[in-house]
């Protein structure tokens, strides 16, 4: 056997083991598409039952309202504040109003105070009775005033903060 028909024969040994990884990667390929596609069809299936579950609390809600005759009334019993706390109240109020919810660091930035100050002020009015909502995320803690108090305060300003910020807000 000559040098090159040595040369041919691995040629082709090379040639067909690349075809049959190419198989493989074919085959390998199809079987990421089909599961690729099961994923979207159940990810789609389980928003339309999301969306559904969603309307069905929905409607119990209203059948509860038209059970009760009218929504429950939350009653908020609260201690005085000091004015320091009406001040991180008041800011806390505003950023809840710009954004969903906010920091520590926000509210001890926008009244240059220290982040420990700041959360010493939420602990004392929480500890007063005030609904703030601390919710946790990767380490961190974010606020927000119970909606219904919010909305109570805006309307009747309960705390007593004389500012224009308030009449602002609203």
């Not at 083991?17 to 690729?36: K, S, Y």
Request: aromatic letters at 8%.
């Amino acid at each position: 056997m000559t040098c090159r028909n040595k040369i041919l024969q691995s040629s082709d040994q090379v040639n067909s083991v690349l075809e049959a990884f190419r198989e493989e990667l074919d085959d390998h390929r199809e079987a990421i598409n089909e599961n690729t596609n099961e994923i979207q069809a159940s990810h789609e299936y389980f928003e339309a039952l999301n969306n559904k579950l969603d309307k069905l609390s929905a409607r119990l809600d209203e059948l509860t309202l038209l059970v009760k005759g009218k929504k429950e009334d939350k009653n908020f019993n609260f201690s005085p504040l000091t004015k320091r706390e009406k001040e991180v109240f008041q800011t806390l109020l505003l950023l809840c109003e710009m954004a969903p919810c906010t920091t520590y660091r926000e509210i001890a930035r926008r009244l240059a105070m220290s982040d420990a100050l700041v959360a010493q002020y939420i602990t004392n009015m929480i500890e007063k009775g005030i609904p703030i909502v601390k919710k946790y995320y990767e380490n961190k803690v974010f606020l927000k005033i119970d909606p219904d108090f919010r909305d109570l305060q805006l309307k009747q300003n309960v705390l007593k903060i004389d500012s224009l910020l308030t009449n602002w807000v609203r």
